[in-house]
């Protein structure tokens, strides 16, 4: 039966879920938003379809999203959605698999064990944990096991977590709640302030996606944008620019560039030594803001650049997790020393 057991990588991420699984790639990417029923608790949809519903709903539907600043926030609801994707993606299954899933690096035990616990009870035989930055790391190509030092800055839906990483192991992070919901939310507020507009997440996710900037562009098309009149109730639209976004942006982005010059500041002088010479690297959605490498790289000094494929890459790197799953961690309490231990020598025998 072992060797029917299937093995999955899971990006459990506050805005999206990716799901891997090995020789096939990237099985699914959805939203992580559950709509379901108040009055019976029964899930009515998940991913892409409960998405829709936001801010649609009427009083007995409920959207939601169960993950918050990349930990657990809703349980129940988590256990749900993870049940849905895992069998979306692996069908009909008697056998259950092993899960591996990433989680922000300056997760509490508590916060880990809630992540074990709801794979369980979602289907899962074992459940493996590695932290992003060195998903992210081995997704964009990173050798971790090498003695060199390199920085990943992986900025999430959530959270944003920023680390050096030397011999398969995390060196100095900081993981802070500012990510792609907090400039959701700052652009719904400098909406709200300028224009007396009140707007939705998913209108200002797609404000975000479509002109977000961390520098006004010189091309400073129009783009329209619909709501509700803050004064008198009545639907209203009115045109912003991409000057209006980067200036509603400054503050979440400027906490993030902030983050990333502490952990320069704190890393030992021969790993900053290694990070001048070979740079930082970018992952996850939030590095797709246009000029936001540009805006890091001017306030640390040292080249930024963005990974292939960074809004995968960190469940890619999760799925490269799993040639070693044996030696990850699955306790509820955590063997972090062995367990970068284990990866340091797996990648000095290039096992990945």
């Given at each position: 039966?072992?060797?029917?057991?299937?093995?999955?990588?899971?990006?459990?991420?506050?805005?999206?879920?990716?799901?891997?699984?090995?020789?096939?790639?990237?099985?699914?990417?959805?939203p992580?938003?559950?709509?379901?029923?108040?009055?019976?608790?029964k899930?009515?949809?998940?991913?892409?379809?409960?998405?829709?519903?936001?801010?649609?709903?009427?009083?007995?539907?409920?959207?939601?999203?169960?993950?918050?600043?990349?930990?657990?926030?809703?349980?129940?609801?988590?256990?749900?959605?993870?049940t849905?994707?895992?069998?979306?993606?692996?069908?009909?299954?008697?056998?259950k698999?092993?899960?591996?899933?990433?989680?922000?690096?300056?997760?509490t035990?508590?916060?880990?064990?809630?992540?074990?616990?709801?794979?369980?009870?979602?289907?899962?035989?074992?459940?493996?944990?590695?932290?992003?930055?060195?998903?992210?790391?081995?997704?964009?190509?990173?050798?971790?096991?090498?003695?060199?030092?390199?920085?990943?800055?992986?900025?999430?839906?959530?959270?944003?977590d920023?680390?050096?990483?030397?011999?398969?192991?995390?060196?100095?992070?900081?993981?802070?709640?500012?990510?792609?919901?907090e400039?959701?939310?700052?652009?719904?507020?400098?909406i709200?302030?300028?224009y007396?507009?009140?707007?939705?997440?998913?209108?200002?996710?797609?404000?975000?996606?479509?002109i977000?900037?961390?520098?006004?562009?010189?091309?400073?098309e129009?783009?329209?944008?619909?709501?509700?009149?803050?004064?008198?109730?009545?639907?209203?639209?009115?045109?912003?620019?991409s000057?209006?976004?980067?200036?509603?942006?400054?503050?979440?982005?400027?906490?993030?560039?902030?983050?990333?010059?502490?952990?320069?500041?704190?890393?030992?002088?021969?790993?900053?030594a290694?990070?001048?010479?070979r740079?930082?690297l970018?992952?996850?959605?939030?590095?797709?803001?246009?000029?936001?490498?540009?805006?890091?790289?001017?306030?640390?000094?040292?080249?930024?650049?963005?990974?292939?494929?960074?809004?995968?890459?960190?469940?890619?790197?999760?799925?490269?997790?799993?040639?070693?799953i044996?030696?990850?961690?699955?306790?509820?309490?955590?063997?972090e020393?062995?367990r970068?231990?284990?990866?340091?020598?797996?990648?000095?025998?290039?096992?990945?």
């Amino acid at each position: 039966m072992a060797n029917l057991r299937k093995n999955v990588a899971i990006d459990l991420g506050t805005a999206t879920v990716l799901v891997y699984m090995r020789g096939k790639g990237v099985m699914l990417n959805e939203p992580s938003v559950v709509a379901m029923d108040s009055y019976t608790g029964k899930v009515l949809s998940v991913g892409k379809e409960a998405k829709k519903m936001l801010g649609r709903t009427p009083g007995n539907i409920i959207a939601t999203r169960p993950m918050k600043d990349g930990v657990i926030a809703d349980f129940n609801t988590t256990e749900k959605m993870l049940t849905y994707f895992i069998q979306k993606t692996l069908g009909k299954s008697f056998v259950k698999p092993n899960v591996v899933i990433c989680v922000p690096s300056e997760i509490t035990q508590v916060q880990r064990r809630a992540v074990i616990q709801a794979s369980k009870y979602a289907g899962a035989y074992k459940t493996y944990l590695i932290e992003e930055p060195l998903a992210a790391a081995i997704g964009a190509g990173v050798d971790i096991g090498d003695a060199g030092g390199s920085m990943i800055i992986d900025i999430g839906g959530g959270t944003t977590d920023v680390a050096v990483i030397s011999l398969g192991g995390i060196i100095i992070n900081s993981s802070i709640p500012i990510a792609g919901d907090e400039c959701d939310m700052a652009i719904a507020n400098y909406i709200k302030r300028k224009y007396n507009m009140i707007i939705g997440e998913r209108t200002a996710e797609d404000i975000k996606i479509n002109i977000a900037t961390a520098y006004p562009r010189d091309d400073d098309e129009l783009y329209e944008v619909r709501g509700r009149n803050l004064i008198n109730g009545l639907p209203m639209h009115v045109f912003i620019t991409s000057s209006d976004i980067s200036e509603a942006l400054s503050k979440p982005l400027n906490k993030i560039v902030d983050t990333v010059h502490d952990v320069l500041e704190q890393t030992p002088p021969e790993l900053a030594a290694d990070l001048f010479e070979r740079g930082a690297l970018m992952t996850g959605g939030g590095s797709l803001i246009t000029g936001f490498d540009k805006k890091i790289q001017e306030k640390i000094g040292i080249k930024v650049r963005l990974a292939e494929g960074p809004v995968t890459a960190v469940v890619r790197g999760t799925g490269k997790a799993l040639n070693w799953i044996d030696k990850l961690d699955s306790s509820e309490m955590g063997e972090e020393s062995g367990r970068k231990k284990a990866i340091e020598e797996r990648m000095k025998r290039n096992y990945i």
